[in-house]
């Protein structure tokens, strides 16, 4: 027999709507932050809400995992552990967290997911983890595909991806340029943004190599033409990136994962999804009309110089084509694209700078902008708000059900009808009713009154009639056989939900390193035992509890000096700059240095 993989999409929800129509629209599982000490400060939600969704997610076998992912101080201890239980009892599904001194608090059986945050770029880290209980690991978005692969053929543990969304251009969790500069600490979710903001790039000798460009600003992540290679190297959870997006991201890009996975299950029927019901969509997904900086697939592949977004890190949307006449106050677009009143459209102008304006109206092939903007002709048009678009996600824009099949048959009293879903939970009701024969066919009549299911969350997939005459059955009768059995399917499956229940165990096997920096993010005193039980001799407090003398900033995969072309290890490389090379934005001036054996790059504070 065939092993089935069960396959996780996993979707962003920034509160209790998002997280419901993420289900809705095909999501196995959805990540929701905590009342307090998620990576999103701006995106905490209550017990209570965590409750509706994981109801609601439940019903169709999916799971809601709850973000408390930042480093936490000492005092902050105690209500940790006391939000941990209200959330386990709230019915979450697993809890997805940084901070290792959680893990030396009493905890419920609650599963726990290592975040990104935890920096997972190593086949040894991601074991230490496994070992210490994990239940998922979410790897680095840094890895490549061979890189992936190595990982899982070397752990057992299901590991978790990044498809989709907002890149950060450091390794998660060792970014400190925003505590540094603002004191505002990435790893307490209360990052500035630091890397969205221009900055000039000057050599040693003072030479500008760049003026003004948001030099580390990426390129959205999206991975939709590499799911199945994904699957393939050992992937079991596939992540959208966004709890800060609003509800029509997460409908949009949640649907067009939901039907790029459908496709490759058709095919390869190793792969299954991890939840029940099937979506029906009213809208056509597509990633380019939700907020995006571009695409790139990163370094899945290989390193390559397309990743950044130099000139803007706004959304810029879709390119619908370039201008070909301009009048008065209108202008033709090339291409055949269709243009609505409403419509949200931009272009780079002279500086180099995002503009954007409104279309007023449209006649014919002319567009009116409700304020005519300076632009020529050739000038490549941006549409980033497709009007119609979102007007078709304001309404209802999916259904999800699970299929079921009624059997209508006959005991000594009058009727049963039992219903068995498509994860095969069944549930039987009778009604007592006198039998008696009618003069009319009844089975068009049965079928029509048994396949009415409504609002509810089923469908029909094939009525068995197994009745020994053609007897009368109200319309009412039936109408009450397929309420309560329904009723009762309902309860069988919320008692029948298989939660996953995960102790974590005490452990002491070795750390893969013997001396922590303040890079490890060791914040309270929890955290320093668990690594002190783990082998590790050293081990420096946080920057945020104590600023070293000159930290690294970030530490970066990403190579300034290979995205613009003056890479020492390139044949072609520009050498008429010289090192060493400085970051300018505002008043602040940052240092980077190069590790070209390992081509990563690294961003100090120049004091």
């Keep these: 027999m065939k092993l089935v993989h069960k396959i996780e999409l996993l979707a962003p929800a920034k509160n209790l709507e998002c997280g419901i129509e993420a289900i809705n629209h095909g999501a196995d599982a959805v990540y929701i932050g905590a009342p307090l000490f998620s990576a999103r400060a701006a ?78 770029r190593t086949t040894e ?43 950060c251009v450091c390794y998660s969790g060792k970014c400190y340029i925003s505590q540094a500069l603002s004191n505002r600490s990435a790893n307490r979710g209360e990052c500035a943004q630091y890397c969205r903001m221009p900055y000039s790039l000057t050599d040693g000798t003072g030479k500008i190599v760049a003026f003004n ?7 959205d992540l999206n991975l939709s033409a590499h799911l199945e290679e994904l699957l393939d190297a050992g992937v079991s959870s596939l992540k959208i990136e966004g709890r800060l997006k609003d509800l029509s991201y997460v409908k949009n890009i949640t649907a067009y994962y939901r039907r790029k996975l459908d496709e490759i299950f058709e095919r390869r029927q190793e792969y299954t999804p ?24 990163y370094f899945l592949k290989n390193r390559n110089t397309q990743i950044t977004s130099p000139d803007t890190p706004k959304a810029t949307g879709e390119a619908i084509g370039n201008i070909k006449d301009l009048f008065h106050n209108s202008f033709t677009i090339s291409g055949n694209k269709l243009i609505h009143n409403g419509d949200g459209l931009c272009f780079l102008n002279d500086k180099k700078e995002l503009q954007g304006f409104r279309v007023n109206k449209v006649e014919g092939n002319k567009i009116f902008p409700a304020e005519m903007p300076r632009i020529t002709q050739g000038t490549t048009i941006y549409r980033n708000f497709d009007h119609e678009f979102e007007k078709s996600l304001q309404k209802k824009s999916s259904e999800r059900k699970i299929k079921v099949n009624f059997e209508l048959s ?19 009701v009778g009604a007592e ?68 229940f995960s102790k974590i165990p005490q452990t002491n096997h070795p750390y ?50 290979y995205q613009l072309g003056i890479c020492s290890k390139k044949q072609d490389c520009n050498n008429n700059f010289k090192p060493p090379f400085t970051l300018t934005t505002g008043n602040h001036q940052l240092g980077l240095s190069f590790d070209c054996k390992h081509c990563e790059m690294q961003i100090t504070k120049i004091f």
């Design 43 to 120: 995106a905490g939600n209550s017990i209570e809400d965590i409750g509706k969704l994981s109801i609601h997610a439940h019903s169709f076998r999916a799971k809601v995992y709850v973000a408390l992912n930042t480093i936490l101080e000492d005092h902050q201890l105690s209500e940790v552990e006391k939000m941990i239980w209200d959330i386990y009892r709230a019915g979450a599904d697993a809890l997805i967290i940084q901070d290792m001194g959680i893990l030396n608090l009493n905890l419920p059986p609650v599963p726990l997911h290592a975040s990104t945050q935890c920096d997972n």
């Design 213 to 219: 460009k948001h030099l580390l600003s990426l390129k």
């Design 433 to 500: 009713f006198k039998k008696e024969l009618s003069q009319k066919a009844q089975q068009e009549n049965i079928r029509t009154q048994l396949s009415k299911l409504g609002k509810t969350i089923f469908e029909i997939k094939n009525i068995n009639i197994n009745l020994s005459e053609n007897w009368f059955i109200p319309s009412s009768i039936l109408s009450d056989l397929k309420r309560n059995v329904i009723d009762s399917l309902l309860s069988v499956r919320e008692i029948s939900f298989d939660k996953s």
């Design 512 to 561: 893969p390193e013997t001396e922590l920096s303040y890079l490890a993010n060791v914040s309270n005193k929890k955290a320093r035992e668990f690594y002190l039980q783990h082998g590790v001799k050293s081990i420096e407090p946080a920057l945020e509890i104590k600023m070293p003398a000159k930290p690294i900033l970030m530490q970066n995969k990403y190579c300034i000096r």
């Design 125 to 167: 880290k991601v074991r230490f983890l496994e070992d210490a209980g994990f239940s998922q690991v979410v790897l680095a978005r840094e890895l490549s595909l061979e890189q992936i692969k190595e990982v899982a053929k070397n752990t057992k543990v299901p590991l978790e991806v990044f498809v989709h969304g907002a890149l």
């Design 410 to 428: 006959e005991n000594a009293f009058g009727f049963n009808l039992t219903v068995i879903d498509e994860d095969n939970f069944q549930a039987t």
């Design 274 to 297: 991890s939840s029940s019901g099937k979506c029906i969509f009213y809208f056509n997904p597509d990633p380019e009309k939700s907020f995006n900086r571009g695409f790139t697939n």
